[in-house]
């Protein structure tokens, strides 16, 4: 073998060992994801849909979820790959200690340097996975290369314009984790004071924005359908103005009127784009349904949201618009994506396929309709009711995925 070849050979299996710690580490971030998935249902089935709870649904569930597809889905998207490769593991081993600690502290049963220290770790672990995205698309910051190939150059319009709000929901995930660290150890805080503040920045401004600008991509492809173009370009811009606005608004005023209606407009605008998605598609996966309940979910979220900017917050319906909008909207549709990537039926356990996972859908959005009616109603054994159904969806849902994982294992 000449020198030359031999080199070669060492880069391809260099870079294809690269490839497989990114993969291997980002299918346990998205593990850890379903995980507090189901430690979050768990939570606020026993202790109620406080503090704890939503630090498990933002930096439990959602933000480990998004931290694995991200390191897959970014680099892809802006034509690059993740550079360094270990990036998710150094993430993973600071942030899961991070939101543990923010738990307990959350709880009241420790110190509250606790929280502090939980705070800074999850702060340590964010500030890696932004520094190995941003140093991965630095010759590509706002997406202009979008790896689209010339079969479907059609689409390379929307992509480009869609991958650059992608910084714009990073920027929104630094600042809410920044938030975090704030709210912990009493530095300058961006927004209110507690953790409504994060939610709107971390989840709406990260989270939501990250979903609008993917899903602009990744949607058409998998169900073989155009959206409507107007949708598809309203909703990331509303998207990246509308949390910011209901952060620094939550006392009230303009600035709570006007972010809620941009959080709103974007949403119903995403929302009505799958709809009319699924409705030309001719593909019915199992994952596509949880998508679409996500949508629905979230246009009864969203409208909340605008009569409590309106006519202010009842206690109960607060609860709702939060469920709504995390297991609702986040949370279907982040578990019907989990289930297209990850499908059950490459599991070799006889009970993982798509009957399983179509069941645990309905579990996770049967338990909040019910949970949501319970609260609406005063039915304090409806909302006992959805919540327990939601627990048994999320840790059907968390199986399904440790037995995908187990049958095609990443070596």
Same mark, same amino acid.
């Given at each position: ?6 080199? !070669? ?5 260099? %870079? ?9 580490w980002?299918?346990r ?20 849909? =406080? ?9 439990? #569930? ?28 150094? /993430? ?10 923010? #738990?307990v ?24 996975? +932004? ?11 706002? &997406? ?10 059609? !689409? ?17 995930? =630094? ?17 209110? $004071? ?28 998998? +169900? ?22 209901v ?32 409705v ?8 596509f349904y949880?998508? %679409? ?6 246009g009864?979220? @969203? ?10 917050? $009842? ?9 709504l909008?995390?297991?609702? #909207? ?5 578990v &019907? ?8 039926? @490459? ?7 798509? !009957? ?29 009711? =959805?919540? &327990?159904?939601?627990?048994?969806g999320?840790a059907? /849902? ?14």
């Amino acid at each position: 073998m000449s020198g030359v070849s031999y080199f !070669r050979q060492l880069g391809v299996a260099t %870079v294809m060992s690269g490839a497989a710690t990114t993969t291997r580490w980002a299918r346990r971030s998205v593990a850890v994801g379903i995980g507090s998935l189901v430690a979050w249902q768990a939570t606020a089935l026993v202790a109620g849909p =406080g503090d704890p709870a939503l630090l498990l649904a933002l930096l439990g #569930f959602v933000s480990h979820v998004v931290f694995g597809k991200a390191y897959a889905l970014v680099p892809s998207y802006f034509a690059r790959s993740l550079s360094p490769p270990w990036a998710p593991a150094v /993430q993973l081993s600071l942030t899961v200690p991070g939101v543990a600690l923010l #738990f307990v502290d959350a709880l009241g049963v420790v110190p509250p340097v606790v929280g502090a220290v939980g705070a800074a770790l999850w702060a340590a672990g964010v500030v890696a996975f +932004l520094a190995a995205l941003a140093w991965t698309v630095r010759d590509n910051p706002t &997406g202009a290369e979008t790896g689209t190939g010339e079969s479907e150059a059609s !689409r390379r319009r929307l992509d480009r314009y869609a991958n650059a709000f992608v910084p714009v929901a990073l920027a929104y995930v =630094g600042v809410g984790s920044y938030q975090v660290l704030a709210v912990e150890t009493g530095l300058p805080r961006v927004a209110g $004071p507690g953790l409504a503040s994060v939610a709107h920045l971390l989840g709406a401004g990260g989270a939501v924005l990250l979903v609008f600008a993917v899903g602009a991509r990744l949607l058409p492809r998998l +169900l073989v359908a155009s959206p409507p173009a107007p949708l598809a370009l309203a909703a990331p811009p509303l998207g990246a103005v509308g949390p910011l606005l209901v952060a620094t608004s939550l006392g009230g005023g303009p600035g709570l009127v006007a972010g809620a209606a941009a959080e709103a407009a974007a949403v119903l605008a995403f929302g009505t784009a799958v709809l009319v998605l699924f409705v030309r598609s001719d593909r019915r996966r199992v994952g596509f349904y949880g998508v %679409v309940a996500g949508a629905v979910a979230g246009g009864v979220a @969203v409208t909340l949201g605008v009569t409590f900017a309106l006519d202010g917050r $009842p206690p109960a319906m607060v609860v709702a618009h939060r469920r709504l909008n995390l297991l609702g #909207f986040l949370g279907l549709t982040i578990v &019907g994506l989990v289930d297209q990537f990850y499908p059950p039926t @490459v599991a070799e356990a006889s009970w993982a396929d798509d !009957r399983t996972a179509g069941a645990a859908l309905v579990a996770l959005g049967g338990g909040l309709a019910v949970e949501v009616v319970g609260l609406a109603a005063g039915v304090d054994l409806a909302v006992v009711a =959805g919540r &327990g159904l939601a627990l048994a969806g999320a840790a059907a /849902q968390l199986s399904l995925l440790l037995a995908t994982f187990r049958a095609r294992p990443v070596r």
